[in-house]
């Protein structure tokens, strides 16, 4: 069975300093990785997805992750935060065998605060 | 396109009482999923389907019943509310192509109470 650990609810940072943010996951095949951000009172938009194409995905906003399967993570990281980044993170996997169809397994999410 | 949209988007029910929460995506996706979502828990998947007229299971089903009658339109039901029932809840599309998921789309949420 799959699974995704984030480690931190709440990340602090300041203005212009990198966000990272923590993820790992367990699963019994190659998996499909996906970042989520929720904005206060809003549904999820996709920052990035990793599909096997490349381990370094870029996203949107200037989010990039990268899959390291020897460490089993697929951090998300942003050079300088913006107040704008302020939000709820989601890690997410499916399991390629599935096609995706069967959903998504999601970490328990990170609140990324920026102080000014 | 309107994407991935939610009726209602807040309810009250009392302890007991059914409702139904609809989903209704335009961009022709095979894949539908209702989730919730709980303080400190992220999202975790209810029912989902795979195509008109399939349903099946997630991870936490109980207390939900789901109907996927036309491609567009997802259904989620409470036959009898409880109060462990109070959640955010999220509908989501997607499709599929040579077996490679491709991300979901989120509708923006109902948020529901049950007193």
């Known amino acids: 069975a799959q699974s995704v650990t984030q480690l931190g609810s709440h990340v602090s940072v300041s203005e212009g300093a990198l966000v990272l943010l923590r993820c790992n996951y367990s699963s019994s095949v190659p998996p499909y990785l996906f970042w989520y951000v929720q904005y206060p009172n809003q549904g999820l938009q996709l920052l990035l997805k990793y599909t096997s194409a490349a381990t370094l995905v870029k996203g949107i906003n200037g989010f990039e992750a990268e899959f390291k399967k020897s460490e089993t993570s697929f951090h998300l990281t942003k050079p300088s935060a913006h107040m704008s980044d302020a939000a709820e993170y989601f890690c997410?996997?499916?399991?390629?065998?599935?096609?995706?169809?069967?959903?998504?397994?999601f970490g328990k999410g990170t609140h990324l605060i920026i102080q000014p | 396109n309107a994407g991935v949209t939610q009726t209602p988007k807040f309810r009250v029910l009392k302890t007991g009482q059914s409702m139904t929460l609809l989903c209704a995506q335009d961009?022709?996706?095979?894949?539908m999923y209702w989730y919730r979502q709980d303080p400190g828990m992220g999202l975790r998947l209810i029912h989902y389907s795979v195509g008109e007229g399939t349903t099946a299971k997630g991870e936490v089903p109980d207390g939900y019943n789901v109907s996927r009658l036309k491609k567009q339109n997802f259904l989620l039901g409470l036959e009898s509310a409880a109060p462990s029932q109070t959640s955010v809840y999220f509908c989501a599309s997607s499709f599929s192509t040579g077996g490679l998921p491709y991300e979901q789309y989120f509708g923006p949420g109902t948020r529901l109470t049950v007193t």
């Open positions: 997410a996997v499916s399991e390629s065998s599935g096609g995706g169809a069967d959903g998504l397994t």
């Open positions: 961009m022709n996706h095979e894949y």
